[in-house]
């Protein structure tokens, strides 16, 4: 599976951003996909992540209330609609996709995309 993440951006704190992630080379509707962040100097973390039928959804506690996420299985396409954003949310974020395994941990994803970059200032 190829996995591209675009729609990151500088954005100013309490604006919104939608990120996606076109997935290839697959059958899309059998993985469960997520997003992942690295900010510099830190490890990279989960933010967020959905069952193959999104009938379950999974964030990480900072981003709840705030991050959406969604599939199209028929579009083969995952997005994440970040609102209020802060300058903490600042990160490159990685779309990745799995099929088994603890869907919280990244040693469960087998599929990483390149990263698509967001920065929010204060």
């Known amino acids: 599976v190829q996995l591209q993440a675009s729609g990151g951006g500088l954005v100013q704190a309490g604006d919104s951003l939608r990120l996606s992630c076109a997935a290839s080379g697959g059958t899309f509707s059998t993985y469960f996909m997520g997003w992942f962040r690295q900010a510099p100097g830190k490890e990279r973390e989960f933010v967020a992540a959905t069952s193959w039928s999104i009938s379950s959804t999974y964030y990480a506690d900072s981003v709840k209330g705030r991050f959406t996420i969604s599939r199209d299985n028929a579009k083969n396409i995952m997005y994440l609609q970040m609102n209020s954003l802060k300058p903490e949310d600042t990160a490159v974020y990685y779309c990745?996709?799995?099929?088994?395994?603890?869907?919280?941990?990244?040693?469960?994803?087998?599929?990483w995309g390149q990263g698509t970059e967001v920065t929010v200032s204060s």
């Open positions: 990745t996709a799995g099929r088994s395994g603890n869907i919280l941990s990244k040693r469960s994803y087998a599929y």
